[in-house]
């Protein structure tokens, strides 16, 4: 729709060429994007109430062998990559906090985290796909979110 | 007239003016020994709780509460509220061992961080912290076991994940303090009006 209207203002701005190029690259790139994306109902995202992989950060999400665990302090929920000194903190998704200020006591993470991890007496063991939030400095946390999960262990606490 | 000396020595005029003459005060009690500050820290430090260690225990105050400073209008002081946290992972440990509530492991600073005085006085006090909370014969915080920053004054029970059940219940409040490590804007914590929560299990 929005592609429309951008090519209706270049032909009335007298640049018909261009216009029909402009059309066509967005209905061919844009359509394959999109459905894609569509298709694909398994993708987190879809069930997501807050989006943590968007087209901004994309570039930035990479896999990571981790933990998830409940700390105490805040960030509350952090994630260490496992053979590495460092913690990420985990938010929602970009921007958490100015929607939810406690967003880190209860960040939305993936359903199939969210159906087994209980925080209080388990943590859990899995390859994350993680989104950072902020750029990485060092001595302290980065924040981060997390987009998906497979390979996952779960790990019960001692009881208590 | 000579004066005819006494069988001490001195003339009856000597004796008088020495009467009158105000006399030296009395010593004063002797100082008790000095006990070496250092050495007594160390030892208490040393101290092993279950897991770990009162230096362990200032170590993890350290890490969570480095970026808290001090605020004209907070409720406690910031040496007050460390102990308060010091007394939550004293009674995570105590309480529960190894399945004691996670926390920052005890790391310590770099010589190089150390210089930074802000960073040193935080250090100093966290230690002294945990050696308070560990002597101390009563705990303010009545149990508590967790512990977190907010960046409001929000008293509601810490239910981490939205688990079900009531969660922890809050024991203690205190501030507003300042945070030297302001992530606010993006994800985290406000420069001002944070509040260090102490919580406990029903």
Known sequence: MVSLLEAFMLIRMGRTKKALLHFIFTMIFGSTLVSSWSQDSTHPAAMRKMPCKTLENAASCYWAHGRLSLYNGTPAFRLWKIGTRRLLGIYSGPNAELRDDLDNEHPELPANITRIFDPVSNQIFADFEVCPLEPEREGAMQSACIESAKNIVVDKWPSR | ?202
Request: charge should be positive; avoid cysteine; hydrophobic fraction near 30%.
């Open chain 2, 1 to 202: 007239m000579q004066l005819k000396p006494t069988s001490q020595g001195k003339s009856w005029l000597d004796r008088i003016a020495d009467r009158i003459s105000p006399q030296p005060a009395e010593p004063g009690s002797p100082e008790p020994p000095r006990v070496d500050q250092t050495q007594w820290e160390k030892a208490v430090d040393s101290h092993k709780l279950n897991t770990l260690t009162v230096h362990d225990v200032g170590l993890i105050v350290f890490g969570e509460t480095q970026s808290v400073m001090n605020s004209d209008h907070a409720n406690d002081t910031l040496d007050g509220t460390r102990q308060k946290v010091a007394h939550a992972i004293i009674n995570g440990d105590l309480g529960h061992g190894l399945a004691r509530p996670r926390t920052a492991r005890p790391i310590e600073p770099s010589a190089k961080e150390l210089k930074d005085s802000n960073i040193r006085k935080a250090y100093d006090t966290s230690l002294a912290a945990a050696r308070e909370a560990y002597l101390s014969p009563t705990d303010p915080t009545q149990g508590a076991t967790h512990f977190n920053l907010r960046p409001n004054a929000n008293r509601s029970n810490f239910k981490p994940g939205d688990s079900r059940g009531p969660g922890f219940i809050i024991r203690t409040q205190s501030g507003p303090f300042n945070n030297s490590f302001p992530t606010s804007g993006k994800n985290g914590l406000p420069s001002r009006g944070i509040y260090v929560n102490t919580y406990g299990p029903d």
